[in-house]
């Protein structure tokens, strides 16, 4: 079920609907707040407009995510890599034994 959620960021009223849970909403705000007060506060206060601390925390989190997207392929490939040599060893195995058993 969708809800409407309303919030402040440097100083404007915003509010989104959304059918996320609260703990996951509450997460993604913080850290959107986290980041803006991290890309704004490099900068004397009011120095920088809102729309470049926007799009510089903008990018600071598509930064992150390519990062993460990365780091999931190669876990994804060392995986499956780990799993073709394990099955790889089990055919094995199971081939030794029936060989063993026949004789």
């Known amino acids: 079920m969708e809800r409407l959620v309303r919030f402040e960021l440097l100083g404007q009223q915003f509010a989104f609907y ?3 849970p609260e703990e996951e909403v509450d997460e993604i705000l913080q850290m959107v707040e986290s980041l ?3 890309n704004s506060s490099s900068e004397a206060p009011g120095s920088i407009s809102v729309s470049k601390v926007a799009v510089l925390a903008s990018l600071n989190m598509a930064s992150r ?3 993460l997207k990365r780091d999931f392929e190669t876990y994804k490939n060392d995986t499956e890599t780990r799993l073709i040599r394990l099955t790889e060893q089990i055919s094995g195995e199971l081939a030794d034994e029936k060989k063993t058993s026949e004789r």
């Open 18 to 20: 959304t059918g996320a």
């Open 36 to 38: 803006v007060l991290e």
């Open 65 to 67: 995510y390519v990062e």
